[in-house]
């Protein structure tokens, strides 16, 4: 497997444009994760979904972030319009869940620079 | 509000010490992970430690869970270059891992 499969990598775009981050999770996996990273507020747990239904969206940041995962092979993270501190590395993760384990494959990251 | 507290946040250690580093958490949760990240890259897990006394190791680096006092240890011996990295707990009182802050640690010759 090849993993799991975020586009863009990078992605630099101006204050009011709209910013569409791309995931394919591990064929297979059952849950999918939505995660910022900065280095003023570490790992955010954005939203996350089990078999293609969103759980927990209780992290997203406000109501220019949405997220959607029309199948169990992609999911979208969409923010409109983008402001500056939204700059950070978006990473997609996505689990098999086990009996007891929750074990988190995280894709390469989406480095988001918004001007 | 769930807490995932790590310390040292930074650390620089001479090749060939042992150091360790201390998580806390502030819910119940039997499952505790760690994940390495290497500047710029992604996250790679490397241990899950799935009940109170669980102990795991792979070459240098051990890990330990407390689930009474809610700590986990991630201990590393005789360190090398390689390890330098930022090494992140997180717990999952649920189905999602709530991340610490990251220890960043670099191993000097």
């Known amino acids: 497997d090849a993993g799991v499969i975020q586009s863009p990598r990078h992605e630099v775009t101006e204050m009011g444009q709209e910013v569409t981050l791309r995931c394919k999770p591990i064929s297979g996996h059952d849950y999918l994760f939505w995660y910022r990273q900065t280095m003023m507020r570490g790992l955010e747990l954005l939203i996350y979904?089990?078999?293609?239904?969103?759980?927990?969206d209780s992290g997203m940041p406000e109501d220019r972030f949405s997220a959607k995962m029309p199948n169990a092979s992609f999911s979208t993270l969409k923010i409109q319009p983008s402001e500056p501190r939204d700059s950070a590395v978006y990473f997609c993760a996505s689990s098999l869940r086990t009996s007891g384990a929750n074990v988190l494959t995280f894709g390469a990251g989406s480095r988001l620079t918004v001007l | 509000e769930l807490k995932v507290e790590q310390n040292p946040l930074f650390l620089s250690m001479q090749e060939g010490k042992n150091y360790t580093i201390y998580c806390n958490y502030s819910?119940?949760?039997?499952?505790l992970y760690w994940y390495r990240q290497d500047p710029g890259k992604s996250l790679e897990s490397l241990f899950v430690?799935?009940?109170?006394?669980a102990v795991k190791q792979e070459g240098r680096l051990m890990a330990s869970l407390d689930t009474k006092a809610r700590l986990s240890t991630l201990h590393i011996t005789a360190a090398v270059h390689d390890l330098s990295a930022t090494y992140f707990c997180a717990v999952a009182p649920v189905i999602a891992l709530n991340f610490g802050k990251g220890t960043s640690l670099l191993v000097t010759p």
């Open positions: 819910t119940t949760s039997d499952r």
């Open positions: 979904f089990n078999n293609n239904v969103p759980i927990d």
């Open positions: 430690l799935l009940s109170n006394g």
